[in-house]
C-alpha cells in the first residue's frame, strides 16, 4: 500500500517503460500495457503536480492542475503529421493560475532522452502576443526589470521561439533595446534536470524553487492577461 505521507517521485520504471515505448510504438503494445503506463508514468507524474501545485500555493504562488486530466495525454494528433506513430514517448503535465483566461504555466517533462522545467508563455495567440508586445514598448523599463530579477536567479528567456525579422508594426523599435525581445513569439523560461534530479525525492522541492525563481515572469504575465481579459466588449450593432 503507498504511504500518503511519502514524498511524490516520478519512478525510474517510469524511464524504463518510456523507453520500451518508443521501441514498440503501436497500439496493439500499448493497450497490453495501458495499466504499466498508468502505473508508472501517469499517476506518479499526477501526484507530482499535485505536490508541486499544493506547495507553490502556499508559498504564495497560485497554481493548480486540470482536475479532471492534470497529465497531458499520452496519444499524439497524427491528422497533420507525417510522423503517424500513435505515441507520445515522453510525459508532461502543467499547472496555471487559470485554465479558462490565463495562458502563463509552469511545466514539467520527462523522457528518457531529456528531462526539464519550464515557465511562461508558450506560442501564444496574435491577441495576447500583441498584448505583450503594447506593455513591453509602452513601459520598457518595466520588462527589462522582469528580465534583470530572472537574470539574478540565473534564469534567462529563451529566444528559440523568435522571429528573423521585426513583426509588423514595430519595425521602429528595431534598434532599440527592446527590439529584440519584441520578435519573440513565446515567453519562456526553462531548466534542465538530470535523470538523477528528475528521479530524486527532492523533485517537489526542485520544482518549487523554479517556479519561485520564475515568479517575476508570472508575475509581468499575469499582469497582462488581467489587463487583457478586462478589455471592454465592443457590441456591433
Not at 516520478?10 to 502505473?39: C, M, T
Not at 504562488?61 to 497524427?78: C, S
Not at 528518457?112 to 496574435?126: M, S
Request: aromatic share 10%; hydrophobic share 40%.
Amino acid at each position: 500500500m503507498k504511504d500518503p505521507q511519502a514524498t511524490p517521485t516520478f519512478p525510474r520504471e517510469g524511464i524504463a517503460f518510456l523507453k520500451q515505448l518508443k521501441a514498440h510504438n503501436d497500439r496493439d503494445w500499448f493497450n497490453d500495457h495501458k495499466a504499466d503506463y498508468k502505473r508508472l508514468v501517469e499517476e506518479p507524474v499526477k501526484e507530482l503536480v499535485l505536490g508541486v501545485s499544493a506547495a507553490c500555493r502556499k508559498r504564495g504562488l497560485p497554481l493548480h492542475v486540470k482536475e479532471k486530466t492534470p497529465v497531458f495525454r499520452v496519444y499524439r494528433d497524427i491528422r497533420f503529421s507525417k510522423d503517424k506513430t500513435p505515441f507520445k514517448t515522453h510525459v508532461g503535465a502543467e499547472m496555471r493560475r487559470s485554465f479558462s483566461n490565463s495562458e502563463c504555466l509552469l511545466y514539467m517533462h520527462f523522457s528518457p532522452q531529456e528531462c526539464f522545467l519550464g515557465a511562461g508563455v508558450w506560442q501564444t495567440g496574435k491577441d495576447l502576443l500583441g498584448a505583450w508586445r503594447t506593455s513591453m514598448i509602452e513601459d520598457p523599463d518595466r520588462f527589462q526589470k522582469m528580465i534583470a530579477a530572472l537574470g539574478r536567479k540565473k534564469l534567462a528567456l529563451g529566444d528559440e521561439h523568435s522571429l528573423s525579422s521585426m513583426p509588423r508594426g514595430f519595425q521602429n523599435y528595431a534598434d532599440q533595446p527592446i527590439g529584440k525581445w519584441l520578435k519573440l513569439t513565446s515567453f519562456i523560461v526553462h531548466r534542465p534536470l538530470t535523470i538523477a534530479e528528475a528521479l530524486g525525492p527532492e523533485m517537489v522541492d526542485t520544482a518549487v524553487q523554479f517556479a519561485l525563481a520564475a515568479k517575476p515572469l508570472f508575475d509581468y504575465a499575469w499582469n497582462i492577461e488581467d489587463k487583457h481579459n478586462a478589455r471592454p466588449v465592443l457590441l456591433q450593432g
